[in-house]
């Protein structure tokens, strides 16, 4: 998975409200290991991360985003007859997680567990999905000194200009 994040700057009310909210733009690929029958998927999804602080140390990230993916070996009746759990090249992909992370003064390590379903509606059939849960890791460098109160108004948001992740499920 490679991904870029965009962090609210703190200049509108509501960026404090939520805990500086940061949106996450993913692109994923999965191999579902039945190269012949399922084949692999690639994926675009954007996700949007509420973080609440515990302690100077510690915070939860809890997260929700919707993409889309494009597979490459979808149902079909005379060359995939047997894939009867996707039944389109492009199908949606939702998903939910939360995580808890550590921080120091210049970077966060978080750790993060998170559920993705990918269906097309039954827009074609037959169609089961796929039902993934995702178990994550994800180190960030901070080019700016962490602050002690994620809600202080006057906070000119951290910025991240390394986000290294990686995740199994």
Do not use: C, Q
């Amino acid at each position: 998975e490679a991904f870029a994040v965009l962090k609210t700057e703190g200049r509108k009310y509501w960026h404090a409200d939520y805990n500086f909210p940061e949106i996450h733009l993913k692109a994923k690929y999965a191999n579902y290991g039945n190269n012949d029958v399922l084949g692999s998927s690639v994926a675009l999804l954007s996700e949007l991360h509420n973080i609440k602080e515990l302690n100077e140390t510690f915070f939860w990230d809890w997260h929700v985003g919707f993409g889309l993916a494009y597979f490459t070996k979808p149902y079909d009746a005379l060359t995939n007859p047997e894939n009867l759990v996707v039944g389109s090249r492009l199908m949606t992909n939702p998903m939910a997680g939360i995580g808890i992370g550590i921080k120091s003064e210049k970077s966060e390590l978080l750790f993060s567990a998170s559920f993705r379903h990918t269906s097309n509606g039954h827009f074609r059939v037959p169609n089961i999905g796929t039902n993934t849960i995702m178990g994550g890791l994800t180190w960030k460098y901070l080019m700016k000194e962490v602050p002690k109160i994620m809600a202080d108004t006057t906070y000119d948001a951290k910025h991240s200009w390394l986000s290294v992740g990686a995740g199994i499920g």
